[in-house]
C-alpha cells in the first residue's frame, strides 16, 4: 500500500482514546492524504486521458460509483497537481486522497452496562479499567426490544479494520466480506472491526461471550482500515458502493477525519439513495469541530455517552450536527484470539472494553436495524426518523446532540 502521510492525526484509534485533531502548522500545510495519488473527477470522462497526458500523467481506475478516478502522482506533487488539474475546465474537482482513521444469557452480559444497565460494577479482564456502578437507566432497553424483535437477518456493513475471521461470537455472523484496505489479509489485526462488529450482531444466548445489539443481524465485513487503523478516503469511498451492491441496509463507519472529500460525499450521497441508513462516529475530540463522513447530512452521527447517561468527556459535540447519542464509554464486545495491535493499549483476547464514539455508532447502527426489522416495507428516510424521534431526550440533548440517546425498544414498539 502507498505510504500514508498521517500528520497530527494521532494514531491512537477513535475507538481507545480522544482523537488529538491539530491544527495545521500553516496554510501551506496539506490535510493528512495518501502520497503518490490525487482523486479527480472529470465533466466528460472520455476527455480524462488527454488531459491528464498534459500534465505528465496516466488515467486511473475509477473509485466506485463514484464517478472519480484514482490518479497515480509524482510523491510530493499531490497537492500542486490536484489544485493545477482542479482549475482546468475539463474537471469537475480535483482533491487529495484523504486520511482516515478508526474512531476505537451470555457469560459477560451483566458487563454490557449499554444494553441493560443495572448499576453495577466490574473490572475488564486485563484489570486495567473499572466501570463503576452508574445511573441504571443509562441503556437502550435491548432486552426489551429483543421481545419484540432480533433482527429478522438485516444486514448491516461495517467499514473498519476488517472481522476476526475465527471468532465464534461474531465470525458466523459474517456473510460477506472484501478489502480495500492495501492489506494481504482480510483479518483484522488491530482489533477496532471485531469490537464493533461484536457491539452491533454478537450471538446471543449461546452461553459464551456477549450479546449484540442486533443479535440476529448479518454482518458484511468490509476492510476499509489498514493494520494500523488508518485508511484513504478512496478505500471508504469504494467500500460504501460494494456494501451498497451487497444489498445492505446499514452501513457503519466508525472512523473519521477533520477533513472532508467530495469523493467521499458522492459515495455517501449515493448510498442514501440507493435507500441505506448510514451511521458514523461523530469523533472523540472533546469539541465541536466536524468530523466526517459523521458530518454529512446523509450521515447519523453519534456522540457517546458513559454509564450515569452523561455525555463522555472525550465524545464530539455539536447541536448542529451531531444527531443522536448512544452508550460509547468502556464498552464490553468481541477481541480478535489471535495478536492485534489493540492489545498494546492492555486489551485482551476474545473479550474486553473499548471507549469512544467508535462503540457507540455501532449502538446506533443496531438499533436502526432492529427498527427496520419491524417494518420491512419502510424506506431509509422512515426508518432513520423513528430513532431519532423515539430517542430518550437525557442531559445534553438540545446542547450536545440534536435528538437524544437512542432507545432500541421505543424505536421498535
Given at each position: 500500500m502507498k505510504k500514508a502521510v498521517i500528520a497530527s492525526i494521532a494514531a491512537a484509534v477513535l475507538g481507545l482514546a480522544p482523537l488529538i485533531l491539530a491544527p495545521a502548522a500553516g496554510a501551506a500545510?496539506?490535510?493528512p492524504h495518501v502520497e503518490g495519488q490525487i482523486l479527480v473527477k472529470f465533466h466528460d470522462d472520455r476527455a480524462s486521458a488527454g488531459v491528464l497526458k498534459a500534465y505528465g500523467l496516466a488515467n486511473g481506475p475509477g473509485v466506485g460509483s463514484t464517478g472519480a478516478r484514482l490518479i497515480s502522482v509524482p510523491e510530493g506533487n499531490e497537492q500542486r497537481l490536484a489544485t493545477a488539474l482542479g482549475h482546468n475546465p475539463a474537471v469537475e474537482y480535483a482533491e487529495l486522497d484523504g486520511i482516515a482513521t478508526a474512531l476505537s444469557d451470555d457469560f459477560y452480559f451483566p458487563r454490557q452496562y449499554a444494553l441493560e444497565n443495572t448499576?453495577?460494577?466490574?473490572?475488564?479482564t486485563s484489570g486495567s479499567v473499572t466501570v463503576?456502578?452508574?445511573?441504571?437507566?443509562?441503556?437502550?432497553?435491548?432486552?426489551?426490544?429483543?421481545?419484540?424483535?432480533?433482527?429478522?437477518?438485516?444486514?448491516?456493513?461495517v467499514l473498519d479494520t476488517g472481522v476476526d475471521d475465527d471468532h465464534p461470537d461474531i465470525t458466523p455472523k459474517v456473510v460477506g466480506s472484501a478489502n480495500f484496505s492495501g492489506t494481504a489479509s482480510n483479518d483484522d489485526f488491530y482489533g477496532h472491526g471485531t469490537h464493533v462488529a461484536g457491539i452491533i450482531a454478537a450471538t446471543a444466548n449461546n452461553s459464551i461471550g456477549v450479546a449484540g445489539?442486533?443479535?440476529?443481524c448479518t454482518i458484511l465485513d468490509v476492510k476499509v482500515l489498514n493494520d494500523s487503523g488508518s485508511g484513504s478516503f478512496s478505500a471508504i469511498a469504494a467500500g460504501i458502493d460494494w456494501a451498497v451492491g451487497q444489498k445492505a441496509k446499514v452501513i457503519n463507519m466508525s472512523l473519521g477525519s477533520r477533513f472532508s472529500s467530495t469523493t467521499l460525499e458522492t459515495a455517501v450521497k449515493k448510498a442514501w439513495a440507493a435507500g441505506v441508513v448510514i451511521v458514523a462516529a461523530a469523533g472523540?475530540?472533546?469539541?465541536?469541530g466536524k468530523v466526517y463522513p459523521g458530518a454529512y447530512t446523509n450521515v447519523i452521527a453519534v456522540a457517546a455517552t458513559d454509564n450515569n447517561d452523561e455525555k463522555a468527556s472525550f465524545s464530539t459535540y455539536s447541536a448542529k450536527w451531531v444527531d443522536v447519542a448512544a452508550p460509547g464509554a468502556s464498552i464490553?464486545?468481541?477481541?480478535?484470539n489471535h495478536p492485534f495491535a489493540m492489545e498494546s493499549n492492555g486489551r485482551s483476547k476474545d473479550y474486553d472494553i473499548a471507549s469512544g464514539t467508535s462503540m457507540a455508532s455501532p449502538v446506533v447502527a443496531g438499533t436502526v436495524?432492529?427498527?427496520?426489522?419491524v417494518r420491512p416495507s419502510a424506506n431509509n428516510s422512515t426508518v432513520r426518523s423513528v430513532v431519532e424521534a423515539t430517542a430518550d431526550p437525557i442531559s445534553g440533548t438540545g446542547s450536545y446532540w440534536i435528538h437524544g440517546r437512542v432507545n432500541a425498544y421505543a424505536a421498535v414498539k
Open positions: 500545510d496539506p490535510p448499576g453495577q460494577s466490574f473490572t475488564n463503576p456502578a452508574g445511573t441504571a437507566d443509562a441503556d437502550i432497553d435491548a432486552p426489551e426490544a429483543w421481545t419484540v424483535t432480533t433482527g429478522g437477518g438485516t444486514k448491516v456493513a445489539v442486533c443479535p440476529s472523540n475530540t472533546g469539541a465541536q464490553y464486545s468481541t477481541l480478535p436495524a432492529l427498527a427496520w426489522s
